[in-house]
């Protein structure tokens, strides 16, 4: 018997590529309307297969700022759109839109940069500026085909041949024609009229602004306008593709090697099975055949599937390496793996950086396999260990006075009446105590504002491991001024083993740690074993 399944959610899979202060806003609105909430994603920013994984498996319609990668190619499971403006029109409208939209507090301080450059009719240009406001057209697009660091002939060359690739291209100027184009793809009809999202405020027109102004944002998009020129001049709608199956596989990890500089062998000093959040070191070699002046180093850690969980390099952590001369050099980093239990690949990679780019001299997307685990005592559901504690004890009654009082000044001290010489990596140790509170405010671990007991590790060289320790409540009824009692502190070791120094403490919860406010706290030296 045939039965025939009727579709309520659009099931297609379509990719906007939306540019920045080309309409994007509007036209995403416009889909969420159509299609709904359940089949179009909220704007999202990120590296385009990375958006896929995360994003994919929930949303039909993908729509954010997308950034590519080294030369990834289209996923052949998408359909592709995007819409193009006049490159100086389009900056202009950026600028403005940063200017006049925003507070100075805002925008991760682009707001003063963008005030400077406009008054400096384009002569002060920060580097943090340059992403958004020269050539976004061509270092966009040619990173579907290249890297980036090709000619600037071939990374046009690139640029346009990766639109040529898109389902749907359209202009500004022409929107109707677009989304005529667009509701095809997605057998909708296409609006009437875009709302209006997202709009510029307040901004001049191309020729109103100054000749110099002009001119420094035509030099600063040459390879912009060289591309919009093309794609304008070969606009017409691509024919839609013929609905052929081939099988996919997807793109091999990216690797890269020269003879200038290798890198490895790779060793994680703890081994490969670790507990998470314990602190672990990657050693590896490089091998340098030349002097290298400038060298970019960096890690990134991937999940098991293929996402990117972590990456840093020395210029993030202003670690630049200057002066590399030829030979041998041994690396470690230091990482804090704060990850869920799971597999994880460990990749490196060395840039060079040259006075007019950058050169890959050795990437390597896995050299290191390991496994985070949960310590055994650990038992939970979901991804993230929170440390949870139950604390059961006798409730005060009712007219029981709460702390809901702020305390500026806590003079007392935490003793303790055993202190443990050491404890095993993640386990929790009740220690016995005696509290005093020598102030004139009654503490309570009652109301808005509890007083609770806690900790802090400290590592051999008295850097802070760890500050917020978990929390243990006063006994019921709390200690009145001059009052004394007997209790007790619940601690937790850390998961990295070696000798610590535990502080026991006491703080009033949205108000500060007792030490700062004259309590005298414990020093405790512990050996923390694996």
Not at 253 to 275: F, K, N, Y
Not at 405 to 410: L, P, R
Request: glycine residues 8%; contains cysteine.
């Amino acid at each position: 018997m045939n039965t025939m399944r009727h579709l309520n959610a659009y099931p297609g899979r379509v990719l906007f590529d939306h540019l920045p202060k080309t309409g994007g806003s509007a036209i995403a609105t416009w889909l969420e309307r159509e299609l709904g909430s359940g089949c179009v994603s909220p704007h999202i920013d990120g590296e385009h297969q990375m958006l896929i994984r995360q994003f994919g498996g929930q949303y039909s319609v993908l729509c954010g700022h997308v950034s590519y990668v080294k030369a990834e190619g289209f996923d052949p499971r998408y359909r592709y759109a995007t819409l193009l403006r006049d490159p100086l029109d389009r900056i202009l409208s950026w600028l403005y839109f940063v200017l006049t939209n925003h507070a100075d507090t805002e925008l991760r301080g682009l707001v003063p940069l963008v005030r400077r450059f406009l008054d400096s009719d384009g002569a002060d240009l920060d580097e943090r500026l340059r992403a958004h406001l020269s050539n976004t057209y061509v270092e966009h697009f040619c990173r579907l085909l290249g890297d980036g660091t090709e000619t600037d002939s071939c990374r046009v060359d690139n640029a346009l041949a990766a639109l040529r690739g898109y389902d749907v291209v359209g202009r500004y100027d022409d929107m109707a024609r677009f989304l005529a184009a667009f509701g095809a793809l997605l057998q909708l009809p296409a609006p009437q009229q875009l709302e209006r999202i997202n709009v510029t405020v307040c901004r001049p027109g191309r020729q109103q602004i100054s000749a110099a102004l002009r001119a420094r944002l035509t030099e600063l998009n040459q390879l912009d306008l060289r591309f919009y020129d093309a794609a304008r001049a070969s606009d017409a709608p691509p024919p839609a593709a013929a609905a052929a199956w081939q099988r996919y596989v997807p793109a091999p990890a990216h690797e890269r090697r020269t003879d200038q500089l290798s890198i490895g062998p790779v060793r994680l000093r703890e081994g490969h099975d670790v507990d998470a959040g314990a602190t672990v070191h990657f050693d590896l070699e490089l091998r340098a055949a030349r002097a290298i002046p400038q060298l970019l180093l960096g890690i990134h850690i991937k999940d098991s599937a293929s996402q990117l969980a972590y990456g840093v390099h020395s210029g993030l952590l202003r670690q630049l390496q200057a002066g590399l001369a030829a030979g041998l050099h041994r690396v470690s980093y230091r990482l804090a793996l704060a990850l869920p239990a799971g597999t994880y690949t460990a990749g490196f990679a060395a840039v060079e950086i040259l006075p007019d780019g950058q050169r890959e001299l050795a990437w390597h997307d896995s050299l290191c396999r390991f496994t985070v685990g949960l310590p055994p005592q650990r038992r939970f559901l979901g991804y993230a260990d929170l440390s949870a504690h139950l604390l059961f004890d006798a409730a005060p009654s009712f007219d029981e006075p709460v702390g809901d009082a702020v305390i500026a000044h806590a003079p007392g001290g935490v003793q303790p009446r055993a202190a443990p010489a050491a404890i095993r990596c993640g386990h929790r140790q009740r220690i016995d105590v005696n509290v005093a509170n020598l102030g004139a405010s009654a503490w309570h671990s009652g109301g808005p504002r509890p007083v609770m007991l806690s900790y802090h590790w400290l590592d051999a060289d008295g850097a802070m491991l760890l500050f917020d320790g978990v929390r243990t409540p006063l006994p019921a009824g709390g200690l009145a001024p001059g009052g004394r009692n007997a209790w007790h502190i619940d601690v937790d070791a850390p998961a990295e083993p070696g000798q610590h120094t535990l502080v026991l403490t006491a703080l009033q919860e949205r108000v500060g740690w007792f030490e700062q406010m004259g309590f005298e706290p414990a020093r405790l030296p512990v050996r923390v074993i694996a």
